[in-house]
């Protein structure tokens, strides 16, 4: 079936360092890919997202490719601030446009 | 602007009550979702309707009763509440998936059950 494994956090990190949360994914065919950020106390954000093989997605500095060799979308920023503090989640999308989420990556910006 | 609202977003309740969820898109899209995030930030859908009509219903107690009065209403009837049904629950709305490739799914605040 469809599944999504994320890297466990949390990931902590100084202001103005780079970011790397990585995902992989198991699916049938294609699905589109997410990252949906969720702030403290607040709901889910749609961040990026990419429908097909080599798209990048790209949102406040953050981008994530598409990659289908290597079954993965992993999220970049070259350089975080506190304000991005926030749970980050991976998914993709199955049948029914069912949304099937990684366990989340809790990241932590350090000033 | 709120594209997808939903009420209560805090809700503290006794054990064996009944309590609802109500959920209102302005979007104009023809599917709406429930999403069940627990204590350990694990997101899982519960149902979905399109157009009124229930397409998923992900295993979920009969406790648990969605109701669709229109396309841009999908309510959350929980009967006999347990402290297991702490969480957060999110409603969610799309355009049509059968029409729409690559759909962007949009999630509501969320609305914080506590179960006491």
């Known amino acids: 079936g469809n599944s999504v494994t994320q890297m466990e956090g949390p990931v902590t990190l100084s202001e103005e360092a780079f970011l790397t949360i990585n995902c992989t994914y198991t699916?049938?065919?294609?699905?589109?890919l997410f990252w949906y950020v969720q702030y403290p106390g607040e709901g889910l954000q749609l961040l990026l997202k990419?429908?097909?093989?080599?798209d990048k997605g790209s949102n406040k500095g953050f981008e994530a490719t598409y990659r289908k060799e290597t079954t993965s979308f992993h999220l970049e920023k070259g350089s975080v601030q506190v304000s991005d503090s926030a749970v980050y989640f991976c998914?993709?999308?199955?049948?029914?446009?069912?949304?099937?989420f990684g366990a989340g990556t809790r990241l932590a910006v350090h000033p | 602007d709120t594209a997808v609202s939903q009420t209560p977003k805090y809700l503290v309740t006794q054990m064996g009550n009944d309590k609802s969820i109500k959920c209102e898109q302005n979007?104009?899209?023809?599917?709406m979702y429930w999403y069940k995030q627990d204590s350990k930030k694990f997101l899982k859908i519960m149902f979905s309707?399109?157009?009124?009509?229930?397409?998923i219903n992900e295993t979920v107690p009969n406790r648990f009763s969605p109701k669709s009065p229109d396309k841009a209403h999908l309510n959350l009837h929980i009967n006999s509440l347990e402290l297991g049904d702490s969480a957060v629950y999110f409603c969610?709305?799309?355009?049509?998936?059968?029409?729409?490739?690559?759909?962007?799914?949009?999630f509501g605040e969320g609305s914080w059950l506590t179960v006491v």
């Open positions: 998914a993709l999308i199955g049948g029914y446009n069912k949304l099937i």
């Open positions: 990419a429908t097909k093989a080599d």
């Open positions: 979007l104009g899209h023809d599917t």
């Open positions: 699916a049938t065919g294609y699905p589109s």
């Open positions: 309707y399109n157009n009124k009509e229930l397409i």
């Open positions: 969610a709305s799309s355009q049509d998936p059968g029409r729409v490739f690559g759909n962007t799914i949009y």
